[in-house]
């Protein structure tokens, strides 16, 4: 045992133990860094990983929100294109009344010049057959006093 003491107290001995240990730990801690490394890099991708899968959700909502939006708009402006086709069919009914009321109005309008053609067309006739007659009278009354 003396031998072993002896062993064990030289410097020599102590040089090559804290060496070796020295070197065991550098290791050890290399590869613990190693893994320690690869750990948080793995945790970073999982932390990645969840942030794109919740930014993917958050888009998909908006998506929806925007969709949904848009449906809304849509269903508001077929509404209002509805109510204006119902105001130009009114107002095509409007203008299609007044038209038939205009139509009616000049037939009417039509039918007075009309008699008061054929009234001017007599009273013309009467007055050129009256001159007549009364050119004819007197012509005879001429022809009759000499």
Same mark, same amino acid.
Do not use: G, I, M, T
């Given at each position: 045992m003396s031998?072993?003491?002896e062993l064990l107290e030289s410097v020599e001995f102590r040089e090559l133990l804290q060496n070796l240990?020295?070197?065991t730990v550098a290791r050890f801690v290399q590869v613990n860094e190693q893994r320690a490394r690869e750990l948080a890099l793995m945790e970073r991708v999982v932390r990645v990983e969840e942030e794109l899968k919740a930014l993917r959700e958050i888009?998909?909502?908006r998506f929806e929100a925007m969709e949904k939006r848009f449906e809304a708009l849509q269903r508001e402006m /077929? %509404? *209002?294109f509805e109510a204006m086709d119902k105001?130009?069919?009114a107002m095509e009914k409007r203008f299609e009344a007044l038209q038939r009321e205009m /139509? %009616? *109005?000049?037939?009417?309008m039509d039918k007075r010049f009309e008699a008061v053609e054929r009234r001017l067309t007599f009273t013309q006739w009467m007055m050129g057959v009256g001159f007549t007659f009364i050119a004819f009278l007197i012509t005879l009354a001429q022809f009759l006093l000499r």
């Open positions: 031998q072993v003491q240990v020295a070197e888009e998909l909502a /077929n %509404a *209002r105001r130009f069919e /139509n %009616a *109005r000049f037939e009417a």
